[in-house]
Structures are given as structure tokens and as C-alpha cells.
């Protein structure tokens, strides 16, 4: 990854920090976006920049086109290229899907599937042969184990078409596209001593939640070496809940 520059959508905290702390370990300069917790991306910053690497913290609501492109755009000026776009931000709606206000469901729709489209686009003129792409998806997507999450499960099992079709668009030009699939991380939109944990241990095969370095160990291995004809793919990382 020396040399590389990696966008990690949503990387102020959770699962996209991780991501983006892990990349940087691994030697990419590394810029994020973030849209209300100011404090905690230019933490991520201080980190990134703290393991030796180029860091750049963008305010960019991912349900605003606009912004998205313009955080695309912001990369490519201050990092000097783009090599691996990941497609974290997201949201978790949850509730009857009677109760599910247009609002809510455009919003849900722009920042899961309408955002990762226009990263892509505004991405695509800069990534180079060894390009990567790597959206962050849900275990929820393929399977649905309670009820309330309609919106949810929606949204994110989009992610699986658009990441086929897209793998094929730009595989003649040598970048890779790929799902990645979490099942119940241990992170602030849930956390692990929350009120319904131990039910989610209980779906799945090793009873326990994953920690966000463990997805993000998932995610350097796409972007790194390793990943090079892995491509089309979606990979489950979910403690064996969907088995």
C-alpha cells in the first residue's frame, strides 16, 4: 500500500476508523469524510498522520451528491490521485416498515446506494490499474433473522448487484470491486452490552460480536496485494451468522 491513496466514506469513527487506521498502517495515505463529528475525524487524523502517512478529514454529507463528488474531488487535489475508494458511511433505520416516512427512505437510499454510485463515477477518471473499490455492505442483506430492518436490508442488498455489474464494467481496466458483508460489530451504532446483544451472539456460529479491526482486516486484504483477482465478490464477515 506505500504510495497508495485510499477515501474511506464515514471514517470518523466505528468501523470506517478502522478501516481507515488500518490502510495507514499498511501504508496508504488515507483522507475521510465525515459529516457532523468534527472532533473525531481530525482524531482520525492525528492517527493516521501520527503512523507517518498523509491524512485529509473532508465534511461531506454522503446523502448530497454534490458532496460526494466534491470529496472525491477535495482527495484527488490535496493526495495527488485516488487508488482505493471504500464506501462505509450508512445509517441504520430501524422499525415497521408501515412507519418508514419517504424522507427516511430517500435518505436511506442516497447515503447507502445513490453515494456509493457517485464515489464511484467521480472516482473512476483517477483509479489506475490495481484500483480498488470496496463497499461495506450488511450479513442483513442476504439474510433477515427479525423483523423492522426492511429499509435497512433493502438498501444494502443493493450493493450486491452494483457490485457484480460494476466488476465487470472496470475489470478490463485492471481495478477490483467488491462487497464486504458485517454481521454485528462492536461499535457506538451497536454496541456489544447493548440491551439486545446477547440475542445477535446468539445468531451466530462463534457467539460473539466482532471487533471493527477484524472487518478492516477483511477490507486491507482486498485493497493490499492479496486482492488483486478478487473482484465481484461479496464476503461475509459475520461470525458465522448467515452459515
Do not use: W
Request: no cysteine; proline share 5%; net charge negative.
Amino acid at each position: 500500500m506505500i504510495g497508495r491513496v485510499a477515501l474511506v466514506t464515514g471514517g470518523s469513527r466505528g468501523i470506517g476508523a478502522a478501516i481507515a487506521l488500518r490502510l495507514a498502517r499498511d501504508g496508504a495515505d488515507v483522507a475521510i469524510t465525515y459529516q457532523s463529528a468534527a472532533g473525531l475525524a481530525a482524531q482520525v487524523v492525528e492517527e493516521i498522520e501520527a503512523l507517518g502517512r498523509r491524512a485529509l478529514a473532508v465534511r461531506a454529507d454522503s446523502a448530497d451528491p454534490d458532496a460526494v463528488r466534491g470529496a472525491v474531488d477535495a482527495v484527488v487535489a490535496e493526495l495527488g490521485g485516488l487508488d482505493v475508494l471504500v464506501n462505509n458511511a450508512g445509517v441504520f433505520p430501524y422499525g415497521p416498515f408501515e412507519e418508514v416516512s419517504l424522507d427516511e427512505l430517500d435518505r436511506t437510499l442516497s447515503i447507502h446506494v445513490k453515494a456509493a454510485f457517485v464515489a464511484a463515477q467521480a472516482a473512476s477518471p483517477h483509479l489506475r490499474e490495481g484500483g480498488r473499490i470496496i463497499s461495506i455492505g450488511s450479513n442483513l442483506a442476504e439474510r433477515v433473522p427479525f423483523p423492522g430492518i426492511a429499509l435497512y436490508a433493502m438498501t444494502k442488498s443493493a450493493l450486491l448487484g452494483y457490485t457484480r455489474a460494476l466488476a465487470r464494467e472496470l475489470g478490463p481496466r485492471g481495478i477490483t470491486v467488491n462487497v464486504v458483508q458485517p454481521g454485528s460489530t462492536d461499535t457506538d451504532m451497536n454496541p456489544a452490552d447493548a440491551d439486545d446483544a446477547a440475542h445477535q451472539r446468539s445468531l451466530t456460529a462463534l457467539g460473539r460480536y466482532q471487533t471493527p479491526d477484524e472487518l478492516a482486516a477483511t477490507v486491507a486484504h482486498l485493497a493490499g496485494p492479496g486482492g488483486r483477482t478478487i473482484t465481484g465478490a461479496s464476503l461475509l464477515v459475520d461470525a458465522g451468522t448467515n452459515a
